[in-house]
């Protein structure tokens, strides 16, 4: 199965064959549909078959177990570790057919050379390759390099345009990320020190599922110290407050497909390895008290701040950015909130990287339109360009949470969960929620309504072709729909109740 | 093991790149020789190829790069501090101190590899150019290896192998983007680096 991991590699080597510019978007729409479309599959595959006949199946055995190659260092052991597949490779597949588009106009006008496209398309492939290892990492060192791998192959596609404040945003980007990995090296260290101790031999001692079963003999006071570093480390990358400085930078200097892979996946890909520890740190403590206030805390200090921020944006990416930080706050504090919480943060990450990518793809078509990022700059868009502005609307709309959208039910979930444990803190995450909410709204009415006085004459005469980034927009949208809709109901709620469990 | 920390205090006070640089290779050859030692004491098959390949890529293509990359923009060599050299000295015996003081505290914490870390962060604190947050940054690497080495007794050749080559592609990358900050603002200056605020 590990295999198909090659298709990235050959992925990354066809940008440097491949001679024109368009041969190159080519063949990486090509590697794309293969690579996304074979882990699609399998993921397809083994979670519905896992669901029908339960995990330890001797289907899944033979077919996943049986692949010898590196058994050690990768494992998909469990329902999560697909869900997450099947979000990286479909977020990649929509990702890149927005590329083509959107790498494909910007070279025509030459802001992009050829060797710029050339290593867009080498990078991006890379990118997916490291973040599904790190999903897969059963080997905490595997598991480091590959987090690490993310940092250093995302970096060059922030300094894309060689502009002074995309440096300065990869510098801060690649500065802060390493530091904060760095530091989880240390705490993953700890975690494998702490096996040792309990008398696992050097190799078991690396390897999380071993590590797992070993938890009842960990010293606790150790174990604490471990994750404390390891949340300060990986919450570097998954951007809780504090830490989150490098976040609305990176986000809103790359191109925008790369900032939907960022947003959309990355986020996720980190709080996944971060979920995973904190298991990790519950079993050996017993109960889980300790780090369920440690992330509710994280997640509602990100989210109020996130809300100062988004008050008053100038930039519509940068809007994006921190609406990212506040769903990763939102995500942590649900993590916080027991069984239901995991449900409602197992949904929500669903719906928030179909939702954030769908933005950030308009997003782009809104900037090669109009040539800016200011909000103040991009005005009357429902005239200018009504096809994109109208998906930006839906797309507002769905992100934050208005009911068809499945971010109502999982916040609805959540909210819910909160007024049980935590009832005061839930009503200022509600209240700051819908400070996001009207900022956000009153900036995209800006947007797409306001009138500018000069020149809306000329702007108005030629109307909007439609591209291929809509037709994956609108795809997106109507996916959050009916999977909203379908999320409602009990057996799609017990087969995200089995994910959530599963981790 | 005294040397890894004593050159990296030295390298804390050098207000030139090279000397700096110089510092740098001695004290990760001082690193390599702690993984020699440990891996013979707990009786590795290949005591020192890990340690080979250690010492060809920190102590030898790291500074390399570094030094590459600061002549092909004639960056000037004489490095900014916020701290006189004096007062960094002065600084490092506080965190040497702190150090002791943890590693005491918590048995699970070797002192080398604390004041490692702690050393770097202050580095890419004190200093305001790239290149020293770039070495502030291969230190506290270097402190966290020293910890692999001396709780753990070392990783798996190829995971070691990969962890360098992940650092030393991250070194290369931040070269590279100091090259293009270099061009652009005429400084290795972090200060001029202010245009993303709110």
């Known amino acids: ?503 | 093991m005294g040397g890894t920390l004593l050159f990296a205090i030295v390298m804390m006070g050098k207000p030139r790149l090279p000397a700096m640089l110089r510092y740098f290779a001695l004290s990760s050859l001082c690193l390599a020789g702690l993984i020699v030692t440990s891996s013979l004491m707990h009786g590795e098959e290949q005591p020192y190829t890990i340690a080979a390949i250690n010492v060809f890529f920190k102590v030898i293509l790291a500074p390399l790069i570094l030094m590459f990359a600061a002549k092909k923009v004639h960056a000037s060599m004489a490095l900014k501090f916020y701290l006189r050299p004096t007062a960094t000295y002065f600084v490092a015996l506080l965190i040497l101190l702190v150090s002791v003081f943890v590693s005491m505290k918590m048995p699970g914490a070797p002192y080398l590899s604390i004041a490692l870390v702690l050393l770097g962060l202050m580095f890419m604190i004190v200093r305001k150019d790239l290149y020293s947050q770039i070495i502030g940054f291969m230190t506290m690497e270097n402190g966290i290896a020293a910890y692999g080495v001396l709780m753990i007794g070392g990783f798996p050749f190829m995971i070691e192998t990969g962890i360098l080559f992940v650092v030393i592609t991250g070194a290369v990358l931040m070269a590279v983007l100091s090259r293009h900050v270099q061009e652009l603002y005429a400084t290795g200056d972090t200060e001029s680096l202010t245009e993303l605020t709110e």
């Open chain 1, 1 to 503: 199965m590990f295999i198909f991991l090659n298709i990235f590699l050959f992925a990354a080597a066809s940008a440097f064959l491949a001679r024109t510019e368009k041969q190159i978007r080519m063949s990486a729409l090509f590697f794309a549909v293969l690579g996304s479309g074979a882990f699609l599959l399998l993921s397809a595959v083994f979670l519905s078959g896992a669901f029908r006949y339960g995990w330890n199946v001797p289907f899944a055995a033979n077919w996943f177990y049986a692949d010898r190659m590196n058994l050690d260092w990768l494992r998909a052991s469990s329902y999560y570790v697909w869900f997450m597949v099947a979000l990286i490779s479909f977020t990649y597949l929509t990702a890149i057919i927005a590329s083509v588009r959107y790498i494909g106009e910007e070279s025509r006008e030459h802001l992009l050379t050829l060797d710029k496209v050339r290593l867009y398309f080498f990078c991006v492939p890379l990118f997916i390759l490291s973040m599904l290892i790190a999903v897969f990492a059963d080997h905490l060192g595997v598991l480091w390099i590959a987090l690490e791998g993310t940092t250093l192959t995302t970096t060059l596609l922030v300094a894309l345009y060689r502009k002074d404040a995309s440096i300065e945003a990869a510098w801060k980007f690649i500065i802060l990320c390493s530091v904060g990995i760095g530091i989880s090296m240390i705490g993953l260290l700890m975690m494998v020190h702490a096996g040792l101790e309990s008398g696992l031999d050097v190799f078991k001692a690396f390897s999380y599922a071993s590590l797992r079963e070993q938890t009842g003999l960990f010293p606790v006071d150790a174990v604490k110290l471990a994750f404390v570093f390891i949340l300060v480390g990986i919450g570097t990358k998954v951007g809780f407050v504090p830490m989150h400085t490098w976040l609305p930078d990176a986000h809103s200097k790359t191109p925008s497909p790369v900032s939907a892979l960022l947003s959309g996946v990355l986020l996720n890909v980190a709080f996944f390895v971060l979920l995973r520890f904190k298991i990790l740190t519950d079993s050996t403590l017993g109960d889980s008290t300790w780090t369920d206030h440690l992330m509710i805390g994280f997640g509602l200090l990100s989210v109020v701040v996130a809300a100062f921020f988004i008050l008053q944006p100038r930039n519509y990416k940068r809007m994006l950015a921190y609406s990212s930080v506040e769903h990763m706050g939102l995500m942590g504090f649900a993590s916080g909130l027991g069984p239901v919480g995991m449900l409602a943060l197992t949904i929500h990450s669903v719906f928030h990287t179909l939702a954030k990518s769908a933005l950030f793809f308009t997003a782009g078509e809104i900037l090669l339109s109009q040539k800016t990022t200011k909000i103040s700059g991009v005005k009357n868009l429902m005239k200018k360009a009504p096809i994109t502005a109208t998906l930006f609307a839906l797309g507002i709309l769905a992100i934050i949470a208005i009911p068809p959208s499945g971010l109502f039910t999982s916040e609805f979930m959540l909210v819910g969960a909160g007024l049980l444990s935590v009832p005061w803190l839930t009503i200022v995450l509600l209240l700051a929620l819908s400070m996001i909410a009207f900022s956000m709204l009153k900036s995209t009415m800006i947007m797409l309504y306001a009138v500018d006085e000069e020149g809306t004459q000329e702007s108005v005469d030629h109307t909007e072709r439609f591209t291929l980034t809509h037709a994956v927009v609108i795809t997106q949208i109507v996916l959050i729909v009916l999977l909203g809709l379908l999320v409602t109901t009990p057996t799609v709620q017990n087969a995200f109740t089995l994910i959530s469990q599963s981790i």
